[in-house]
């Protein structure tokens, strides 16, 4: 079976530090990776998505970036951190059929 | 475009309440839609989803059928529990512009059921 995971689970981090989020997903190979924001506990931004390796679509520009070094890592960074880039970041996996798959997500806190 | 609307929060029940959560869509294709469900403090979960017009999604007492003549995709369970308090999300996904599987997704419900 398939299973995504994601870490931290929690982080704080100061205003102008770097960051790195890392997703995995086994089981299944050649995914499509999202990346997806929650702010506010509710409505869903999605950041980016790959399609394969080394191949990013932005959806909203800002201050992050992503990058899918192989076939089921997909990493979400940021040189330096502003305070809105706080919020809940949920990484999912999806093949063909449009389900998508969704990891536990990292609560991220900038302070 | 594609869009999704769902009904304003919060929604507040008493148990054993019957539920009806709206939402409807905007598609230039023929979508499949997905109801995902979100606990406190965790991840987004599948709960069902309709593939073409006519079906019936089902999981977990909860059901919704898939509308084409009035693009609609409603939530409904006939008896809440305490523990279906969570956030609920409809979504689309249409294959006529799929670009990478994406979905567009609802603002996010909150429902909340008291004992």
């Known amino acids: 079976s398939q299973t995504i995971h994601q870490w931290p689970a929690t982080l704080v981090q100061p205003v102008g530090s770097p960051l790195s989020l890392e997703c995995t997903v086994e089981g299944t190979s050649n995914p499509n990776l999202y990346w997806y924001r929650q702010a506010a506990g509710r409505g869903l931004q999605l950041l980016f998505y790959s399609v394969g390796i080394g191949q990013i679509s932005s959806e909203v520009p800002q201050n992050l970036s992503a990058s899918r070094p192989q076939d089921r890592q997909f990493i979400l960074s940021s040189k330096k951190l502003l305070l809105s880039d706080s919020g809940f970041y949920l990484c999912?996996?999806?093949?063909?059929?449009?389900?998508?798959?969704f990891g536990p997500g990292t609560r991220l806190l900038v302070l | 475009g594609n869009s999704v609307t769902q009904m304003e929060g919060p929604v507040t029940l008493s148990e054993e309440a019957f539920l009806t959560i709206n939402c409807t869509y905007t598609?230039?294709?023929?979508?499949?839609l997905f109801w995902y469900v979100q606990y406190p403090g965790e991840g987004l979960q599948l709960l069902l989803k309709?593939?073409?017009?006519?079906d019936k999604g089902s999981n977990k007492g909860f059901e919704a059928t898939y509308r084409k003549e009035t693009t609609s995709f409603h939530l409904e369970k006939g008896s809440v529990q305490v523990s279906d308090s969570a956030v609920y999300f409809c979504a689309l996904s249409d294959p006529f512009y799929n670009q990478g599987g994406k979905l567009i997704f609802g603002q996010g419900t909150e429902l909340s059921v008291k004992p």
């Open positions: 999912a996996w999806s093949v063909m059929t449009g389900t998508q798959y």
């Open positions: 309709a593939t073409k017009a006519d």
């Open positions: 598609a230039t294709g023929y979508p499949s």
